[in-house]
């Protein structure tokens, strides 16, 4: 009896990841990230510049973005990377679709004391449309970041 209730539950955990990104993620690592891409139109920049960075959506299917803050910039610190969003929002606002091939595309200033930064994108799959993120019963959240943008000091 045990063998049985064992082998159910190794069935049904299998059914439920076979229908995971998590899954796909774990299986081809490399599959997800070509999905979304996030590029920037400098690699370098000083503090105050504007830079603009674009998100690629790959996939055959409509993405999700926060309503509020869309992209947040990223800065490398000893303990890793650090996230910080550009508005301070008070509402989430409703996301933002990115259809199937489609891009979307933010210039942004950034004025930190930093020597490398990135752009990170939180992305949502499967989500109801017209609605705040929170209420959008979304199948899937996945982070994706730019490559890293170094910040030149100024000379003294």
């Known amino acids: 009896m045990q063998t049985r209730i064992i082998l159910f539950v190794a069935g049904l955990v299998s059914l439920l990841l076979a229908q995971c990104d998590l899954f796909d993620s774990l299986v081809d690592p490399e599959k997800d990230q070509s999905i979304v891409e996030i590029v ?24 999700f973005l926060e309503g509020c803050n869309p992209i947040y910039y990223s800065v490398k610190k000893d303990t890793g990377w ?5 508005r ?9 679709e990115v259809p199937a091939g489609a891009v979307y595309r933010e210039t942004v200033q950034l004025a930190v004391e930093a020597t490398m930064v990135r752009f990170v994108v939180p992305v949502y799959r499967g989500c109801k449309s017209g609605l705040p993120l929170s209420q959008a019963e979304c199948r899937s959240r996945t982070i994706y970041s730019s490559n890293v943008v170094q910040i030149r000091q100024p000379r003294h």
């Open 40 to 63: 920037t139109n400098r690699q370098s920049l000083a503090p105050g510049d504007s830079i603009t960075v674009t998100l690629y959506n790959h996939s055959e299917e409509p993405i």
């Open 82 to 86: 650090v996230d910080h969003p550009f």
């Open 88 to 96: 301070l929002c008070f509402w989430e606002g409703y996301e933002r």
